[in-house]
Each structure stands twice: as structure tokens, then as C-alpha cells.
């Protein structure tokens, strides 16, 4: 079982940063992927950013040369540097790992970023 926990969302500006970190634990020797993902109320939940085990990444359109993400595999941890805030980045952030061997999709609970304009 894998758990994820993430951090750092809060209220920010317009224009301005946040980073966002997901903490993993429990086994996940298989993992493979880990990923952001955000959504609002009324809407889909989408992929902002993934990284593989290769350290090939992708990221949606929509935060291309604003997002970044990184991560830490000592301490377990991947990130997510959002730069250059929009009020439309606001949503629920949600981190995800994917299992290949299990093809299982593990989420955090999510942490609120909201975008002030």
C-alpha cells in the first residue's frame, strides 16, 4: 500500500509562487510515475505534470514554463514549483503515484491553492 501526502497550497497572488510537496510512504517499489493533478468543482480532474522513474516529464499546455516538477528520491518526495500564478490555476492539487506492476493509481487527499486575482 502506498500513501501519499501532500503540502503547500495556500492562498496566493496573481503573479506570484507556490510549491507544492507530496510525501510518499508505505511500499512502492513498482512505482513508475508520479504526477499532479488539479481539479475544480464542476470539472474533470486533470494532469498538470508527471515524471517518470526515467526522469522524462510531461506537462499540460496550460502551465508549460510556469510549473515545474522535481523530485527527491531520497526522501520520497516529488514537488511542484508553480510559478507565475494565474487566478485559473486555482483548484484542489492532487498528487498521484502509479504502480505499473499492479497497474494500480494511488491519490493524496489533495491541498487547496487558491489564485487571487
Known amino acids: 500500500q502506498v500513501q501519499l501526502v501532500e503540502s503547500g497550497g495556500g492562498l496566493v497572488q496573481a503573479g506570484g509562487s507556490l510549491r507544492l510537496s507530496c510525501a510518499r510512504s508505505g511500499s512502492g517499489f513498482s512505482i513508475n510515475r508520479m504526477g499532479w493533478y488539479r481539479q475544480v468543482p464542476g470539472k474533470q480532474r486533470e494532469s498538470v505534470a508527471r515524471i517518470w522513474s526515467s526522469g522524462s516529464t510531461y506537462y499540460a499546455d496550460s502551465v508549460k514554463g510556469r510549473f515545474t516538477i522535481s523530485r527527491d528520491n531520497a526522501k520520497n518526495t516529488v514537488y511542484l514549483q508553480m510559478n507565475s500564478l494565474k487566478p485559473e490555476d486555482t483548484a484542489v492539487y492532487y498528487c498521484?503515484?502509479?504502480?505499473?506492476?499492479?497497474?494500480?493509481?494511488?491519490w493524496g487527499k489533495g491541498t487547496l491553492v487558491t489564485v487571487a486575482s
Open positions: 498521484n503515484a502509479f504502480d505499473v506492476q499492479g497497474g494500480v493509481d494511488y
